[in-house]
């Protein structure tokens, strides 16, 4: 069964950080787990992080504009085009982790066949992973344009100001219909502690949860960080780390 994981929230909230941080906690705690990353955001950030090449995307694939490694097959039939091609994009950034970068996608009521054929194959294709963890583009709205799964843990990264909190609460309003019966919780990123009570009120008028948060430090130590991860992930809706 795969366990999904969506990053969501204004651009610079440290969504890419998050991601991979968290990337390195699963990977190290579900050591022989397959694990997809997929870069939803129009930035590509997460794949530029990664040193991916941003010709290699869906959207190459969808406009005819991905260079393949191989000729294409002959006789295969567009589904088969379109597996084959995911095959084609996918790159592998690690032992058991593999990343897909999609860039543009298209609106849900375009009529072109080759969109539906892409959702079908992307569910597919994201159902060989234990584990899918999305960098997403604002909300989740982008990321149901490109495929409609359900997501288990939805994640608002934000600061702890009052607009930022404000804006959040407007991604979750967004988010609540993609997200399914999966949890949809924040991570206050960079917080200095004096700002967490009036965060912490701000988030409960706003009725959301608050999933944990992250000091803002100039020096602070990589084991800390991995200790906060930690202690996010086991309030989250996704298999516990055994102990």
């Keep these: 069964m795969t366990s999904t994981i969506a990053f969501i929230g204004k651009s610079g909230s440290g969504k890419t950080t998050l991601a991979k941080a968290f990337l390195k906690l699963i990977k190290s705690n579900f050591q022989n787990s397959p694990i997809l990353m997929i870069d939803n955001d129009l930035t590509l950030e997460l794949s530029d992080s990664f040193g991916i090449k941003t010709r290699n995307t869906i959207y190459g694939v969808k406009s005819g504009k991905h260079e393949y490694k191989t000729g ?25 982790v593999d990343m897909l970068a999609s860039w543009f996608v298209t609106p849900k009521d375009c009529n072109c066949p080759s969109t539906k054929l892409m959702r079908d194959s992307l569910l597919k294709f994201i159902s ?38 404000a804006l959040s609460a407007k991604i979750a309003e967004s988010s609540r219909k993609y997200a399914y019966d999966g949890q949809l919780g924040v991570i206050l990123n960079k917080i200095k502690k004096e700002e967490l009570n009036n965060a912490t009120e701000l988030l409960n008028s706003f009725e959301l949860n608050l999933l944990g948060y992250l000091e803002r430090f100039e020096n602070i130590e990589k084991q800390d960080v991995k200790d906060i991860i930690e202690i996010i992930y086991s309030r989250m809706n996704l298999p516990q780390i055994e102990r």
């Design 128 to 165: 060989r992973y234990e584990f899918v963890i999305f960098d997403c583009e604002y909300d989740l709205k982008y990321l149901n344009l490109l495929v409609d799964c359900p997501i288990d843990e939805a994640i608002i990264v934000s600061r702890a100001d009052k607009k930022s909190i």
């Design 72 to 96: 294409i097959p002959e006789g295969m039939s567009k589904q088969e085009y379109i597996e084959w091609a995911l095959e084609d994009i996918v790159v592998e950034i690690d032992e058991n």
